[in-house]
């Protein structure tokens, strides 16, 4: 039976579109498979070094904390070791008196070895300790900063002044900043040597928590005692201020 030629071309044109469909979807499908091949290993390329170089920066920036804390540890120890100096007594503790309102050490030097009422007392790393408060022939008894009783203690916060005044709760509260030179938290506390007999640049601890109101003038600055509780080897001036 002889097919028609319109009807033979009809079927050759049928033939012919369904082959150029079938090779234009599998084009397609080749097509999606290398974009999301290049989708891929472009996105791996541009987060893998990142979190690479970000890995990296954590642990350097540990490193560096941990550094800096061997070096501070390693600045105690050699101060601990350098010889006395007519500006300083090596002194150590007999005993500790941790009574509520006045919290008492006993050294073993006293008058017969150059120490004097008054004098300051500070541990490794000029961290201030307290005062000497009563001498005798080869003791003497010591005053903590933190004890309530201690009185105020002029301080530099950056460079405003004010006043330390130690609490119950072992902190000191700074008066008399103004809330215009508000310190972070962590900034260092140190002895501004005004009025209170006590040497300039001694460190008296790290701003903790600061509280401002707009109807007070002042800021109100808690302040963490750099005062640790295992110290054993102290250094007082032979002479009072």
Not at 171 to 176: A, L, R
Request: cysteine-free; charged content about 20%.
């Amino acid at each position: 039976m002889l097919i028609p030629k319109h009807k033979l071309r009809l079927i050759v044109v049928v033939v012919a579109v369904a082959a150029l469909f079938n090779i234009s979807s599998r084009i397609a499908f080749i097509q999606n498979a290398l974009d999301a091949t290049l989708s891929f290993l472009t996105f791996r390329n541009n987060t893998v070094p990142q979190l690479s170089v970000e890995g990296d920066l954590q642990e350097a920036q540990a490193r560096i904390r941990t550094l800096e804390e061997e070096n501070k540890a390693l600045s105690y120890d050699r101060e601990l070791l350098l010889p006395p100096t007519p500006s300083r007594i090596l002194v150590k503790i007999l005993w500790y008196d941790p009574a509520l309102l006045a919290e008492r050490i006993r050294i073993n030097r006293g008058e017969r070895e150059g120490i004097r009422e008054g004098a300051a007392v500070t541990a490794a790393g000029e961290r201030l300790v307290g005062r000497v408060t009563a001498v005798y022939p080869h003791t003497a008894e010591v005053e903590l900063v933190t004890s309530p009783v201690f009185g105020g203690v002029s301080v530099t916060l950056q460079d405003a002044v004010g006043l330390a005044v130690p609490s119950l709760g072992g902190v000191f509260t700074v008066q008399f900043i103004s809330r215009e030179d508000v310190p972070e938290a962590g900034t260092e506390v140190r002895t501004a040597g005004r009025g209170d007999n006590l040497p300039q640049g001694l460190l008296l601890g790290y701003v903790a928590e600061v509280e401002t109101s707009p109807k007070d003038p002042f800021a109100r600055i808690s302040v963490t005692p750099a005062l640790e509780d295992t110290f054993s080897i102290l250094f007082v001036s032979p002479f009072a201020p």
